[in-house]
C-alpha cells in the first residue's frame, strides 16, 4: 500500500514536504511518481524518481519541486518550494510496476504507474 500524507493549507511562495510510505519489501526496485489532480480536472504528471534516481519533472514544477526517497525506510519524497495557487490540488503517489524502468515519456503517463495512494490535499491561498 502507498500511504500519502503532508499536504496542508500554505500561503503561496511557501512550502510543502509530501511523503509517501510504502508497505512491503523491496521498495528499491519501484519507480516512483507523484501526480496531481484539481477539482474538475485531469489527473496530470508531476514528478518522477526511477529506480536508479534519475528524475523527471512537469514543466510546470521544474525548478521549484524536488522529488526523492529514501529506499531505507521505504519512503518518496516531493519538496515543494515557491508554491502557486495553481499548485492547488489532490496530490497522489504511485508506483510501477517491480523492476520497471522509466523514461521521459513514460514517465508522465498514468498508465504507467499500477499502485495508487489515496491522496493528500494541497491548499495554496493567494
Known amino acids: 500500500q502507498l500511504q500519502a500524507s503532508g499536504g496542508g493549507l500554505v500561503e503561496a511562495g511557501g512550502s510543502l514536504r509530501l511523503s509517501c510510505a510504502v508497505s512491503?519489501?523491496?521498495?528499491?526496485?519501484?519507480?516512483m511518481a507523484w501526480f496531481r489532480q484539481a477539482p474538475e480536472r485531469e489527473r496530470v504528471f508531476v514528478a518522477a524518481?526511477?529506480?536508479?534516481?534519475?528524475?523527471f519533472y512537469s514543466d510546470s514544477v521544474k525548478g521549484r519541486f524536488t522529488v526523492s526517497r529514501d529506499n531505507a525506510i521505504n519512503t518518496a519524497y516531493l519538496q515543494m518550494n515557491s508554491l502557486r495557487p495553481e499548485d492547488a490540488a489532490v496530490y497522489y503517489c504511485?508506483?510501477?510496476?517491480?523492476?520497471?524502468?522509466?523514461?521521459?515519456?513514460?514517465?508522465?503517463?498514468?498508465?504507467?504507474?499500477?499502485?495508487w495512494g489515496q491522496g493528500t490535499l494541497v491548499t495554496v491561498s493567494s
Open positions: 524518481i526511477s529506480i536508479l534516481g534519475r528524475t
Open positions: 512491503g519489501s523491496l521498495f528499491s526496485k519501484y519507480a
Open positions: 504511485a508506483r510501477t510496476r517491480f523492476n520497471t524502468g522509466i523514461s521521459e515519456m513514460t514517465a508522465r503517463a498514468t498508465d504507467t504507474y499500477y499502485d
